[in-house]
């Protein structure tokens, strides 16, 4: 059965967060730091780190657990499983795969996505056409990130910023409008060395060299990826609310990507909605790449944030360089 265009709704959210807290106190002991520098540049307090033995897909698949019973769905039920992630457990096979076998989802076909911060929302929106396709009847659509696998704790520039997480949502129609408003998805390859990852693929592939040169760990241009990020939530927002005949005044709340605080100002005082009605967790984790919607949807879900018929649109950016948004009617 062909679902209609705006019938692909949110069942139920769940998300991980590993135990270890490491504040900037901690890091204060790392790096020439300080807690005040990072809070004022960035509004980050503390992030979690998971343990070196605990890999992307034991998140992954915890958080998808408190995802398909906040749905009521099971694990056999699910026909797809998209996972958003630049830190899987391995370079192939997909962390899908691996997730699909810890859920025992034996009826879904699962594979990667890799689109930086927003792989959860480009997986959101392949997800959401598969149910209106008719491909999938459901769907479950997680971001997960071990980016302190990949953080080069040495360099104070990027090691304050990230953290490690994993969110979920399962993706349904429900025979009732709403759902899944609209949803739009960017790309900018022209701007790939931003943000990246140099060495580990096919372009450099590990060697005694590159793992000497720094190579395998997060190399970022922070103050362009700062101007690039505020401009692209702006405009993204802005088309994705057109595209679901939505004006911003309509929103219940705004859900963007955790990377900066001073990011998520910036965007909502283009947009003009109060800093009341946006949603904010990156005090408690940082930027957890692909996970921060999915965990920020999930903790405003659960604390009362959105209420069944509230509107709220995400939105994101990260490598690539991509950005996406997307509205919601819950
Ligand atoms: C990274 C970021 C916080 C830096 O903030 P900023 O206000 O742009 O700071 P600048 O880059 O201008 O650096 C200012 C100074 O602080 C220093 N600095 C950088 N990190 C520091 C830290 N953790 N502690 C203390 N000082 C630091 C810099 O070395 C620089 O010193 P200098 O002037 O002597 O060279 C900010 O650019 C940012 O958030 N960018 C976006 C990053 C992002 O979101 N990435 C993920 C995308 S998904």
């Known amino acids: 059965m062909i679902a209609p265009a705006h019938d692909v709704h949110i069942l139920g959210t769940g998300s991980?967060?590993?135990?270890?807290?490491?504040?900037?106190?901690?890091?204060?002991?790392?790096?020439?730091?300080s807690d005040e520098w990072i809070v004022t540049r960035t509004g980050i307090r503390e992030r979690r780190i998971a343990d070196p033995d605990t890999p992307s897909s034991f998140l992954a698949s915890e958080a998808a657990k408190r995802a398909l019973d906040d749905a009521g769905v099971s694990a056999k039920e699910l026909?797809?499983?998209?996972?958003?992630?630049?830190t899987g457990d391995r370079i192939f096979p997909?962390?899908?795969c691996s997730v699909q076998d810890i859920l025992g989802a034996s009826n879904a076909y699962a594979f990667d996505v890799s689109a930086a911060c927003a792989g959860w929302?480009?997986?959101?929106?392949i997800g959401r056409d598969a149910v209106r396709a008719g491909t999938a009847k459901t769907v479950l659509v997680i971001g997960v990130e071990s980016l302190s696998k990949i953080v080069n704790w040495t360099d104070r520039n990027t090691c304050v910023l990230f953290g490690d997480a994993a969110g979920a949502v399962v993706l349904r129609s429900r025979g009732e409008p709403g759902g899944i408003l609209a949803t739009r998805v960017h790309s900018d390859g022209s701007l790939v060395h931003l943000l990246e990852m140099p060495a580990g693929g096919s372009l450099m592939p590990p060697s005694h060299l590159t793992v000497e040169r720094q190579l395998h760990v997060i190399h970022m241009s922070g103050n362009d990826v700062f101007k690039h990020a505020v401009r692209a939530m702006q405009a993204v927002a802005l088309e994705v609310l057109e595209a679901a005949g939505k004006k911003a005044e309509d929103l219940a709340l705004l859900v963007p990507h955790q990377a900066n605080l001073r990011i998520i100002e910036a965007t909502a005082h283009r947009l003009g909605v109060p800093m009341e009605k946006v949603f904010v967790n990156l005090d408690k984790y940082g930027n957890t790449s692909s996970a921060s919607i999915p965990l920020a949807l999930d903790?405003?879900?659960r604390s009362g944030r959105i209420q069944k018929g509230d509107l709220v649109a995400m939105v994101t950016f990260g490598g690539?360089?991509?950005?996406?948004g997307a509205v919601v009617q819950f």
Do not use: C, K
Not at 16 to 33: F, G, I, K, R, W
């Open 299 to 301: 903790e405003a879900r």
């Open 79 to 86: 026909d797809q499983i998209i996972v958003g992630t630049v």
């Open 320 to 324: 690539g360089f991509t950005w996406a």
């Open 16 to 33: 991980y967060t590993p135990s270890h807290v490491l504040t900037n106190q901690d890091l204060e002991a790392m790096v020439d730091t």
């Open 94 to 96: 997909s962390t899908g």
């Open 121 to 125: 929302m480009y997986g959101l929106q």
